[in-house]
C-alpha cells in the first residue's frame, strides 16, 4: 500500500492543491498529515477543512497547537499570524456550521501515532509537537542517541521544513543525495518529510513522500505551484508580514 505523508502546510492553499494533484497522478488515496496545518499562510480554513475531510489522520503540530492555545515562544511574525488565523477560524469562513467542527477537529488531534515500527509525529520522537531535529544536530550524538532510543524502527516528521532522512549513528542525506528514494533497511531512521507550504531548504517547490509499505522504501515529490499567487495574497492581508510571502520565492 502507497500513502502520501505531508506536513507544515501553513496555510498555503495553491501549494496544498497542487500536491493533491500530485498525489491523485501517483494513483494513491490515503494520505496522512503530520501536522502545522495553519500557520503564516493566507488560507488557513481551506487548508483545515481539506485535512479534515480528506486525511486518515492528522498529528499536532506546533502552530495547529497555537491557534488553540497561548502561543509559546512565537517570534512576533509567527504570533501576530496566529492571531490572524484565530480570526479566520472564529469568523466562520466557509461553510458556518462548520465553525465548531473544525475547532473541535484541531482540539482532538493527538500528538502521536504508533503503527509497530512506524512511529507519526510532528517534531520528534521525544517531543511529538515542539522539539526541532535540524541536520546539523546530527554532531549532538547525545540527542540523536536518545530520539533514537525512543523509536521501534522508523519516525516520519516534519516541523523544521527541512526534507531528510537521519540514519542511527550515521548521517543526515537530503533528499538530492539519495536520488530521493530511500530504503527502508535494517537500520534505524527518522524521516523528515518536508514541508508542503513552506519549504526552507532553499527549494521553493512543495515537499511530500510517498510511503511504500509493500517494497519498504519512501519516495520524495517536489512539486511546483504558482508562489506568486500565494505571496499577492500575504501582501493584502495587512496581519501577514511580507516576509512570510518572499520567503517563499527562495524555499527559506
Known amino acids: ?68 492555545f497561548d502561543p509559546d515562544s512565537f517570534n512576533p511574525v509567527a504570533l501576530k499570524a496566529i492571531y490572524w488565523t484565530r480570526t479566520q477560524l472564529e469568523k466562520g469562513i466557509g461553510v458556518d456550521q462548520r465553525v465548531d467542527v ?39 550524538r547525545n ?15 516534519g516541523h523544521t521544513h527541512m526534507p531528510g532522512v537521519f540514519v542511527e549513528k550515521g ?8 536520488n530521493y528514494l530511500y530504503e527502508l533497511n535494517e537500520r534505524k531512521a527518522m524521516i523528515n518529510v518536508g514541508s508542503v507550504g513552506q519549504p526552507r531548504d532553499g527549494d521553493p517547490r512543495a515537499c511530500y513522500v510517498v510511503l511504500d509499505d509493500e517494497e519498504d522504501k519512501i519516495i520524495y515529490r ?13 501582501y493584502e492581508i495587512p496581519d501577514l508580514d511580507n516576509m512570510l510571502g518572499d520567503r517563499l520565492i527562495a524555499g527559506r
Not at 483545515?48 to 503540530?61: A, H, R, W
Not at 548521517?171 to 539519495?178: G, I, S, V, W
Open 1 to 68: 500500500m502507497k500513502r502520501a505523508l505531508i506536513s507544515d502546510i501553513h496555510g498555503n492553499y495553491e501549494a496544498l492543491l497542487a500536491v493533491v494533484a500530485d498525489i491523485k497522478e501517483q494513483g494513491i488515496s490515503t494520505v496522512i498529515c503530520l501536522g502545522d496545518i495553519v500557520g503564516y499562510g493566507p488560507n488557513p480554513v481551506e487548508c483545515l477543512d481539506y485535512v479534515m475531510d480528506k486525511c486518515e489522520f492528522t498529528i499536532l503540530g506546533n502552530h495547529d497547537q497555537a491557534t488553540l
Open 102 to 140: 473544525r475547532w473541535e477537529f484541531l482540539g482532538g488531534l493527538p500528538r502521536r501515532h504508533d503503527e509497530g515500527r512506524f512511529v507519526f509525529v510532528h517534531g520528534s520522537p521525544r517531543d511529538p509537537t515542539n522539539e526541532y531535529v535540524f541536520p546539523e544536530d546530527i554532531y549532538e
Open 143 to 157: 540527542k540523536m542517541d536518545a530520539l533514537f532510543n525512543r523509536i521501534e524502527k522508523f519516525c516520519f516528521q
Open 171 to 178: 548521517d543526515f542525506l537530503p533528499p538530492e543525495e539519495c
Open 222 to 234: 517536489r512539486v511546483a505551484y504558482p508562489v506568486s499567487v500565494t505571496r499577492q495574497k500575504i
